[in-house]
């Protein structure tokens, strides 16, 4: 492809040219018309004064007969015609001008007495001065200049049509460009002085016998303010042409198709004034059949441009004889063939064959596929028909039932005269419409031969299919009177296919379309009919009919000797049920719902007054199940109760016991010296500490009884509690004693305390506890104030002051015992206590690790009066000194620990 181009430096040289020149009307097809005063164009005038508004980009802006032309570089054109006889101009804003130099990019026709192309202006409507370019007068061709008279004394020789860049100047014409004439006349000076353009396309001359109109293409018009140079004119026109030049191309350099034909014309629809193909053609577009290079010529604006292509792939059209539908005997086959076949093509038929020609003997479609290097392409089918064209109708059935034929054989030529068909099963059949039963399910090719009345024949085979049926079994579970009988669904369904439907009809009583449903038959009759009828989604379906006999039954019973029965007794029940045709095989007892046994007999306690359900449910060998209910009344006990003044005394007790049961018609007292009294109330004297048994017991009008018994106690009054566990603590001068407390009485609950805690011999602080504290129980004390102390004693001691307890004839009080425990770990003599001393006195020792130490008390004279040996434990030890025996005086204490000895002075007050 090369496309013409034109010259830049033209291009430039031209805007400088013209550069300094205003443009007063500039007006774009695509851009509207535009001028210095003040833009768009106000209005659209036609001939007949009527003006259209010109809103901008509204369709109001167009002039009457405005058509776009898109060969013009994708540039829009206005075009003018007629379609009155009246003339249509163009009206712009008007300006007045001395000198002008104008260009316009139009298309013209050649059409002899008609005004192509023309500017001009008028003073109060009388015509002043124009341009005028082909036919300016009736007959004449040529350009023209105009003032008043209208018609100037040159023309040219040759009238424009086509694309064209026209320029006009006062005293000058140029064409595409090119200066194409000059007026004659060295002194012509162009428009009058002050001339009014204000429209362009036609004069509406009175005095005329023809109307001279603007007809053609508009693309662009430019108005200059002046007179501009030839190489400006020129310049400018070549600028024109650049901007409006449609670019020639036809495609790309070379292209490989597929086709039998193509066309090659101009890309983009553009359109140029002159076309010429390599082919001598010489319109827009050409078809070829052949592959080759071809180019084009072209020539717009006076330019030529010039664009090849080569062109591969063209095939011939793919053709074949025959071409058209035909019919077809089976006994006289033909061929068909490849019309011109081309050297170096492949030709594969429909049917396989693969070359320029193909058998035909049976009926079918019938085309060949051209294969070249780069393209395959289907020849136009066509049809070929059987004389006869055999066919048959049948239904799927299920095994069991007939198949019924139908024959839908259609003769093409003659009538159908006979017909074979092979059943697909070793059996066959000359009828039309035959039936037939086969033996087995499946699928049968069933195969029909057709004849028609001219000998020609031809035969369809088509697959036939027989339904395999289900089998409808089932079994029953329960033939008792009046149970349910549970039915089983056994039937047996094809593979690959499923139930769709169940049916069962139980001797016209009640259906079902349940699987496996049940039923209960009414106990009037033994013998029933049962149907299931099987339907899968092959649409086949069977059934089962069977006969079932329901004679079996068992009616429960319950017996038992008694009917009622004091609460707490023991009662036995029996299975005394009736079974016809069965026998016995499993029973289940329920005492109030509740499951209490399982064989044929039952033994049962009955503890709560009231009236008791038993129930039996009896099931036989053959599932036979019934049931049965019996009802004991529970009597109610009376309920023994009595009230003591006390259960515990000491001797002489006397007890007293009123009777307080309830539903007792009689009492019975019993105990506790073997006595028997029947009143409401007792009294007895106990005389002897010990335990004894009081009994009572009740009966009521039923002979239901109660008793009970009671523990009296008779104790002597001693109460002794230790004291256990003593532990003294020191926290900067404060003490606080803790310990356990143990009642050791025999009977006796301790029910106060009053206790003190001292601080070596020194009796600080006094508490007293009350509650309670059974025999042998531990009680955990610890003193709730703190003893402050300075002078860091070696032991604490607790003292049981008081202790007593609450019995019904009032308070016993016994002094407890006293405990003592060392605070020190280290060796210590505390002194004794009391001292002086007339019995007694005690010296609390501190050992730090258990042995034995000896001690002696001596007389002021050194004389030994008392020595001996002491077992100590590690911790506090109470030594027990007896002065009872001593004379009165002063003594020393004195205690040997390994190497150390500590010593004390004891007086005696008084001799024994």
């Given at each position: 492809m090369r496309p013409y181009v034109l010259s830049l430096f033209a291009f430039l040289m031209g805007q400088l040219a013209f550069s300094q020149q205003p443009v007063i009307v500039h007006w774009d097809a695509d851009q509207n018309l535009t001028t210095n005063q003040g833009g768009k164009v106000t209005q659209w005038v036609s001939a007949d004064a009527s003006a259209r508004s010109a809103a901008p980009l509204s369709p109001q802006i167009a002039p009457d007969h405005v058509a776009s032309v898109g060969q013009l570089n994708g540039h829009a054109a206005v075009a003018f015609g007629i379609t009155n006889a009246a003339v249509q101009p163009l009206y712009f804003p008007a300006i007045t001008i001395d000198t002008a130099s104008v260009f316009a990019v139009v298309n013209l026709p050649a059409v002899?007495?008609?005004?192509?192309?023309?500017?001009?202006?008028?003073?109060?409507?009388?015509?002043?001065?124009?341009?005028?370019?082909?036919?300016?007068?009736?007959?004449?061709?040529?350009?023209?200049?105009?003032?008043?008279?209208?018609?100037?004394?040159?023309?040219?020789?040759?009238?424009?049509?086509?694309?064209?860049?026209?320029?006009?100047?006062?005293?000058?014409?140029?064409?595409?460009?090119a200066p194409v004439s000059v007026h004659p006349s060295p002194s012509w000076s162009g428009f009058p002085h002050s001339t009014v353009i204000n429209h362009m396309g036609g004069i509406d001359l009175p005095w005329a016998t023809n109307q001279y109109i603007f007809k053609g293409y508009l693309a662009e018009m430019m108005i200059f303010d002046g007179y501009l140079s030839d190489s400006a004119m020129s310049a400018k026109s070549d600028s024109l042409v650049a901007a409006h030049l449609p670019i020639l191309d036809i495609g790309p350099d070379t292209i490989d198709t597929c086709l039998t034909s193509l066309v090659l014309e101009p890309a983009g629809g553009h359109s140029f004034g002159r076309h010429l193909w390599s082919t001598g053609d010489t319109s827009r577009s050409i078809t070829i059949t052949q592959n080759g290079t071809y180019w084009i010529e072209t020539e717009t604006f006076g330019r030529i441009q010039y664009d090849t292509i080569t062109v591969n792939g063209i095939i011939p059209p793919p053709l074949m004889e025959p071409s058209n539908d035909t019919l077809l005997c089976k006994e006289s086959p033909f061929w068909v063939r490849v019309v011109n076949p081309q050297p170096g093509i492949t030709y594969t038929w429909s049917n396989g064959v693969v070359g320029d020609s193909a058998f035909v003997n049976q009926a079918g479609t019938y085309f060949y596929q051209l294969s070249s290097s780069n393209c395959t392409v289907n020849s136009t089918p066509i049809q070929v028909s059987s004389h006869v064209l055999p066919d048959f109708a049948s239904q799927e059935i299920c095994l069991g039932d007939t198949t019924s034929f139908t024959n839908t054989s259609v003769p093409l030529a003659g009538f159908i005269s006979e017909w074979h068909y092979d059943f697909g099963d070793g059996n066959s059949d000359t009828l039309q419409n035959p039936k037939h039963a086969y033996q087995q399910a499946g699928t049968y090719l069933v195969q029909l031969a057709a004849r028609n009345s001219l000998g020609c024949s031809d035969t369809i085979v088509k697959p036939v299919v027989v339904k395999e049926p289900p089998v409808a079994n089932f079994t029953n579970q329960g033939l008792c009177k009046g149970q349910p009988v549970q039915f089983g669904n056994t039937s047996s369904i094809p593979s690959g296919f499923f139930a769709t439907s169940y049916q069962w009809r139980f001797d016209g009583l009640d259906s079902s379309q349940n699987v496996s449903p049940s039923f209960t038959f009414p106990q009037q009759t033994d013998t029933f009919w049962v149907s299931?009828?099987?339907?899968?989604?092959?649409?086949?379906?069977?059934?089962?009919?069977?006969?079932?006999?329901?004679?079996?039954?068992?009616?429960?019973?319950?017996?038992?000797?008694?009917?009622?029965?004091?609460?707490?007794?023991?009662?036995?029940?029996?299975?005394?049920?009736?079974?016809?045709?069965?026998?016995?095989a499993n029973f289940s007892w329920f005492r109030n719902n509740l499951a209490v046994g399982s064989s044929d007999s039952l033994q049962l306690v009955f503890s709560n007054a009231g009236t008791q359900s038993i129930g039996l449910i009896v099931n036989s060998s053959d599932n036979c199940i019934d049931t049965a209910a019996f009802e004991l009344e529970v009597i109610p006990n009376p309920e023994a109760a009595v009230e003591l003044n006390s259960d515990l005394g000491i001797p002489p007790f006397a007890l007293q016991a009123v009777n307080q049961s309830s539903g007792a018609s009689s009492v019975e007292w019993y105990g506790p010296a073997g006595f028997t009294v029947t009143n409401d109330s007792l009294f007895v004297l106990l005389s002897d500490t010990g335990l004894y048994e009081l009994g009572l017991r009740t009966?009521?009008?039923?002979?239901?009884?109660?008793?009970?018994?009671?523990?009296?106690?008779?104790?002597?009054?001693?109460?002794?509690?230790?004291?256990?566990?003593?532990?003294?603590?020191?926290?900067?001068?404060?003490?606080?004693?803790?310990?356990?407390?143990?009642?050791?009485?025999?009977?006796?609950?301790?029910?106060?305390?009053?206790?003190?805690?001292?601080?070596?011999?020194?009796?600080?602080?006094?508490?007293?506890?009350?509650?309670?504290?059974?025999?042998?129980?531990?009680?955990?004390?610890?003193?709730?104030?703190?003893?402050?102390?300075?002078?860091?004693?070696?032991?604490?001691?607790?003292?049981?002051?008081?202790?007593?307890?609450?019995?019904?004839?009032?308070?016993?009080?016994?002094?407890?015992?006293?405990?003592?425990?060392?605070?020190?770990?280290?060796?210590?003599?505390?002194?004794?206590?009391?001292?002086?001393?007339?019995g007694i006195t005690e010296l609390f020792i501190i050992l730090p690790e258990t042995e034995t130490v000896e001690w002696n008390l001596s007389s002021a004279s050194g004389a030994v009066v008392q020595e001996d040996v002491l077992e100590g434990a590690k911790g506090l030890n109470v030594l027990r000194l007896d002065l009872s025996a001593v004379e009165a005086g002063v003594y020393t204490f004195e205690l040997r620990y390994r190497d150390r000895a500590l010593m004390e002075r004891i007086v005696r007050t008084t001799a024994p």
């Open positions: 002899a007495n008609t005004m192509h192309f023309y500017v001009a202006g008028d003073v109060n409507g009388v015509y002043s001065g124009g341009f005028w370019v082909g036919g300016t007068q009736p007959g004449t061709d040529g350009f023209g200049w105009g003032s008043q008279p209208p018609y100037a004394n040159w023309q040219s020789t040759s009238e424009v049509t086509g694309w064209a860049v026209l320029a006009m100047r006062n005293n000058g014409f140029w064409l595409n460009g299931l009828e099987v339907g899968i989604n092959n649409g086949c379906k069977d059934d089962s009919v069977r006969q079932i006999v329901i004679n079996k039954s068992v009616d429960a019973q319950v017996f038992s000797e008694e009917d009622s029965i004091c609460a707490g007794g023991s009662v036995g029940f029996l299975d005394a049920s009736q079974y016809q045709n069965t026998q016995a009966e009521n009008f039923f002979g239901c009884s109660d008793s009970l018994s009671k523990t009296i106690r008779v104790i002597p009054a001693n109460l002794e509690v230790l004291v256990e566990g003593l532990e003294c603590s020191d926290s900067a001068g404060y003490y606080t004693g803790s310990f356990v407390l143990r009642n050791v009485s025999e009977f006796l609950d301790v029910n106060g305390l009053d206790i003190s805690f001292s601080l070596q011999g020194a009796s600080l602080l006094r508490e007293v506890w009350e509650d309670n504290l059974a025999p042998g129980a531990l009680l955990p004390f610890e003193f709730t104030a703190q003893v402050f102390s300075t002078a860091s004693p070696n032991y604490c001691c607790v003292q049981l002051n008081e202790l007593w307890s609450n019995l019904p004839s009032g308070i016993y009080s016994e002094e407890g015992g006293r405990i003592c425990s060392p605070i020190q770990s280290g060796l210590s003599l505390s002194p004794p206590v009391p001292n002086p001393s007339s």
